[in-house]
Structure formats: structure tokens, C-alpha cells
């Protein structure tokens, strides 16, 4: 049920059974169990959501602890939290320390799972947000490119996750006045995230907010209050579910 809530953008509710879940868990499986940390990951991923980035760190790190000890430090699910962690961090602005965390999820995965696997794209699309913040366009936009061929080979064109390297890479081409390439992948990601996870969805907020600033800057005025009006409204509903 949380991650039904949680694909749906509806956060709260999300959180709620979640923490129900982990503390039934905890209750029968003990607080170092594999299953416990699969649900500290969805938790914190969760929180991350709503921007509670105390609560994100200390479950991920939980997890990192628990996995690390049952799974082994080199386990493709060890990865996966490192990925989260580094999320965190950047989402914080420490991007020093995101790095590192991102290279061994990057190694990881490369090693256990293959170059081609598709949850490579994952340590990818982290590290070319990593270099994002610090200013290294040409970096970025190589992690990203390589990032959105596993996901477009893996997932295809029409998925939410797709639709993200989309966003991400606009919004990159945006900060380098590259109009016409941001304005065409802005597009692409809002049409997807509209039709896979629905009109009301905040992921389809995000993409409006952004598609706006795109506009302002080429002096289509009147669309971009459009598209800020109706994220908007979507960022209004969101709060009162």
C-alpha cells in the first residue's frame, strides 16, 4: 500500500504505512533483517519526497549498516543505498561527499551487474547530477546521454524513468541557453509523465515549473503563467490529500 501511495505522489499516506510496516517487521523479523532495510530504503525514500532530509540520511545509513553486514559490501542492493544516500547529500548541497558514494554504487553495479545493465543508469544519472552542481556541463551531459541509452534500450521511450533523463538533460541545456534541444526534451518528459502517472501527479508539477522558466526566458509570457498556474494547482491538491 505505501508504495501505491508513493507512486502516486500521495506522500503522507505513503509514509504512514510504511512505518506501520517497518515497526510489524521489526516486531517478527528482528531489526538487522534483509526485509528491514528494504523497507528503510522506501521510507526514506519517502521522506526524501517531502523534503526531510535528517530522517533520509539516518534510514539510508541504517540500511547501508544492515546490508553491508548481511549482504556483503560489495552486493549490487549495497548499490542501491549508496545511490540513495548520495541523493541526499546532493539534494544538500554536499556534493563532495555524494561523489564517492556515487563512484562505489557506480563500481558496483558495473562489476556485479554489467556495464549494460539497467540500474547502471541509476549511479549514471546520480553522477551527472553530481557534476551538474559543480559546473561541469560537458561531464554531465556525457553520464546523462549514457544514463538515457540503458533506460530508452531497457524501459523504453514512454517510462517515468525515461521521461527523467529527459527532464534532467533539459534542464541542463536550459542552464546553457540551449532553447530549442531543453524546449524539445521538456516536452517529452511532460508528455510522459502526463500520461503514465496522470495530470495530478507532482513529477507532472515539476515539469510544468521548469517548462515555464524555459518560456519566460524566450519571452512566451502568457503560456509560462499558464503552466505555473496549473503546477500550481497541482501543488495545492497535493498538500490538502
Known amino acids: 500500500m505505501a508504495k501505491l501511495y508513493e507512486s502516486q505522489g500521495k506522500y503522507q499516506q505513503a509514509e504512514k504505512f510504511c512505518q506501520e510496516a517497518l515497526s510489524i517487521q521489526e516486531q517478527r523479523l528482528g531489526a538487522e533483517h534483509p526485509t528491514i532495510a528494504h523497507t528503510l530504503v522506501l521510507l526514506a525514500r519517502i521522506y526524501q519526497m517531502q523534503g526531510k532530509y535528517m530522517q533520509t540520511e539516518a534510514l539510508n545509513q541504517r540500511a547501508l549498516t544492515i546490508r ?17 544516500l548520495a541523493e541526499v547529500y546532493q539534494a544538500q548541497g554536499k556534493y563532495l561527499e555524494a561523489r564517492p558514494l556515487i563512484e562505489r554504487s557506480l563500481a558496483i ?32 551531459e556525457s553520464y546523462y546521454k549514457q544514463a538515457l541509452a540503458l533506460r530508452e534500450q531497457f ?24 532553447y530549442q534541444e531543453a524546449e524539445s526534451l521538456f516536452a517529452k518528459a511532460l508528455v510522459i509523465r502526463e500520461q503514465l ?20 526566458q524566450t519571452e512566451r509570457e502568457q503560456l509560462a503563467s499558464q503552466l505555473e ?5 497541482i501543488r495545492t491538491r497535493a498538500d490538502q490529500a
Do not use: C, W
Request: proline share 5%.
Open 229 to 233: 498556474a496549473r503546477a500550481q494547482i
Open 68 to 84: 553491508e553486514k548481511v549482504l556483503g559490501a560489495d552486493h549490487p542492493l549495497v548499490a542501491v543505498v549508496l545511490n540513495s
Open 109 to 140: 553495479r558495473e562489476q556485479s551487474l554489467g556495464k549494460g545493465h539497467p540500474y547502471v543508469a541509476y549511479s549514471l544519472s546520480n553522477l551527472a547530477d553530481n557534476y551538474v552542481a559543480q559546473g561541469d556541463f560537458a561531464q554531465a
Open 197 to 216: 502517472l496522470g495530470p495530478e501527479h507532482p513529477d507532472v508539477a515539476t515539469s510544468l515549473e521548469h517548462f515555464s522558466k524555459l518560456l519566460r
Open 155 to 178: 524501459l523504453g521511450l514512454m517510462h517515468p524513468r525515461t521521461a527523467s533523463i529527459y527532464h534532467d538533460l533539459a534542464k541542463l541545456y536550459l542552464a546553457q541557453d540551449k
